[in-house]
């Protein structure tokens, strides 16, 4: 049977960093499509470099717990995995549509299959929403309702805006939400402004980050406005400037992430239908009241 | 040793089995049973069962260690002497307990049923302490490993900082490797391709050489600060694994490799995050400064920078004001020489 190795980032500093990936791997350990699921990351341990060897299978999933496809999907990953022969053409993406690569790495005799990042997966927009009916505890929240994907945003890297601006779109065409827009930390549009960019009253603010951490807990609810010291905390919702505002913190953090991570193995050619099913009943938001 | 352990042993003859003294196999001319103090042949049936009821451990043994991967197998079998015992040894000494320390695990191996084994993982300083909280899911290493005793993070989890006061008291084997890993991830993996002879070690440039991004910077710190850098972080009192690279495979560092069991085959994410910013530091040039102090200050200036790089900070008692790294005496100090963080009395002397 072969092993899911989901790969984050981590952290030298911020102890929570990992636990998004810790749970969902622990959703999809007790799905059980695969005899092993192991967790490893940039700035912690096991490191990419080691983690393959740390596995039996001779047949390895590799999906990246990152949000966008650039620098560390398309480069650091598959260098530090010592995937023989990778290109990122293998992938033939725009930026929002890596399937996945089949390669062999150099340190072990195992096949590899080297998955698109969770954050570009289509199923990804179904989480957004799913983290807005869980901030709202409203299963049917939409109408009435405006909503904000939020990405880091950088010059340097043209997908991570991409990323967002995808799902937002996706997310429009459900017409569901009154509003749909894209919001940045690093450009414009800016997620400082964002009473500028919605007429709704309530308005539903994703980030789309893997982790919480201080850009999701310091930065934005500061810059939005919802508090003035993010150690004093805020209310959800928060009003500010005339709107209520639900925001949602990092997106990563929604159980629904780990049927992600199914989707990104099932597209490479795992055989996952009824662990999916498993994880879809698990970390589907609970029924208002409930 | 139970019946459908002898029926898997009797079946497995067809192939020959050779497990720690035991061989078993099977031809025309009928069974083949020996252990280092019997040997038949031509058996039949019958004859090979009764034989091998008489040598229950042989074959309770056999049967636990056919299951085992590779790996596992063979640090299990590092944990109970397996290499210096034999079965008879083993099972005496097992009733008891065999131990093993792995950094700052302790492991201990016991016998249960049938020659299955349990196997109990405990800090090594609680090696006599008798209540511990008890876990039995190796992911709960995860959250140990997490924090240390005062609450702070701990990026590096072969650092000896692991916590103390808890246990896993009955893991079977594979659970037992999970537990491990989780504790100290890789260790097994790389301890036994070091056993094999295959340990593939990248050295320090090769590691530097390949870094992009903010870390293209840390193949610019040269052979004396590589030095430096494993004498900061890579020695037993910050990580106990015992360091295998150097700078490249031609040239050693001269720091001492540490004395761990598992080793330390590429400098890790937190040696490359440290060599950058010595990296950085290291670009600058010296320039000659003048300084008034006197000379209790200017040794005091070395108590301070000795008790932050040992870590002894949280060790100095508050009224121990004889310690040149007391707060009192750090707080003096800075009232009658610093201002804004700089001495006042500092001047750069003209080159």
Not at chain 1, 270 to 280: F, K
Not at chain 2, 104 to 119: C, I
Request: charged share 30%.
């Amino acid at each position: 049977m072969p092993a899911l190795v989901i790969v984050a980032h981590g952290s030298h500093l911020n102890p929570g960093s990992h636990d998004p990936t810790f749970a969902h791997a622990d959703t999809v350990r007790a799905a059980g499509a695969f005899d092993e699921v192991r967790e490893a990351f940039w700035k912690e341990e096991p490191s990419f470099r080691e983690v393959l060897r740390t596995v039996e299978s001779e047949e390895v999933y590799v999906v990246p717990l990152f949000v966008s496809e650039g620098y560390f999907t398309e480069e650091v990953i598959p260098r530090e995995l010592r995937l023989e022969d990778w290109d990122v053409s293998l992938w033939d993406s725009d930026g929002t549509d890596a399937d996945t690569a089949t390669l062999t790495a150099a340190d072990v005799d195992k096949t590899v299959h080297y998955c698109g990042p969770v954050g570009t997966h289509p199923a990804m927009s179904d989480v957004i929403v799913q983290r807005a009916e869980s901030v709202t505890e409203d299963p049917d929240v939409g109408e009435g309702f405006g909503l904000a994907v939020v990405g880091h945003g950088t010059n340097r890297n043209e997908n991570s805006a991409k990323a967002i601006e995808y799902h937002a779109e996706r997310v429009r065409e459900m017409n569901r939400f009154d509003e749909v827009n894209a919001l940045f930390m690093d450009e414009e549009p800016e997620v400082d402004d964002v009473t500028d960019y919605f007429e709704s009253e309530d308005v539903v603010v994703v980030p789309l980050f893997v982790a919480d951490g201080y850009h999701t807990q310091e930065d934005i609810p500061e810059d939005m406005g919802l508090t003035d010291d993010y150690r004093e905390g805020y209310e959800v919702p928060t009003e500010v400037g005339g709107h209520r505002i639900w925001y949602a913190g990092a997106v990563g953090t929604e159980p629904l992430m780990a049927d992600v991570l199914l989707e990104r193995a099932a597209d490479a050619g795992a055989d996952v239908d009824e662990a999916l099913d498993i994880v879809r009943k698990r970390t589907a938001t609970p029924a208002a009241g409930d | 040793m139970n019946d459908s352990q002898l029926r898997a042993l009797r079946e497995a003859t067809a192939d020959g089995v050779t497990c720690d003294g035991l061989s078993a196999s099977r031809d025309d001319a009928g069974y083949t049973f020996a252990t280092p103090e019997v040997h038949h042949e031509s058996l039949t049936e019958t004859e090979f069962d009764a034989l091998a009821t008489e040598n229950p451990w042989f074959v309770s043994n056999w049967h636990y260690w056919r299951d085992t991967s590779e790996t596992n197998g063979a640090f299990l079998r590092w944990i109970e002497h397996a290499s210096e015992l034999g079965v008879r040894e083993r099972y005496e000494t097992l009733v008891d307990g065999l131990t093993r320390e792995w950094g700052q695990l302790l492991v201990t191996a016991t016998l249960g049923t049938d020659g299955e084994r349990s196997y109990e993982l405990r800090h090594t300083a609680d090696a006599d302490v008798e209540n511990l909280d008890s876990y039995h899911d190796p992911r709960e290493a995860r959250d140990i490993a997490t924090l240390d005793d005062t609450g702070e993070y701990r990026p590096l989890k072969t650092a000896p900082t692991l916590r103390e006061g808890w246990r896993f008291p009955d893991l079977d084997g594979r659970d037992l490797v999970r537990t491990v890993e989780f504790f100290y991830p890789a260790t097994v993996a790389n301890w036994y391709r070091e056993r094999q002879s295959d340990l593939d070690v990248t050295h320090f440039r090769e590691t530097a050489e390949r870094q992009t991004g903010i870390y293209d910077v840390v193949d610019d710190l040269d052979v004396d600060g590589v030095e430096r850098l494993a004498e900061t972080c890579c020695v037993d009192s910050q990580c106990l694994k015992r360091r295998e690279w150097d700078e490249d495979s031609e040239t050693t560092l001269d720091v001492p490799r540490g004395d761990g069991e598992f080793p330390c085959r590429e400098p890790c994410s937190l040696v490359v995050a440290a060599a950058r910013q010595f990296a950085i530091l290291e670009s600058e040039e010296t320039r000659t400064y003048e300084l008034e102090l006197t000379p209790s200050e200017r040794s005091q200036l070395g108590e301070l920078v000795d008790a932050v790089a040992d870590g002894r900070v949280d060790e100095i008692r508050e009224a121990d004001v004889g310690d040149g790294a007391n707060r009192y005496r750090a707080r003096y100090l800075r009232a009658k020489r610093l201002a804004e963080g700089e001495f006042e009395s500092l001047r750069e002397k003209s080159q």
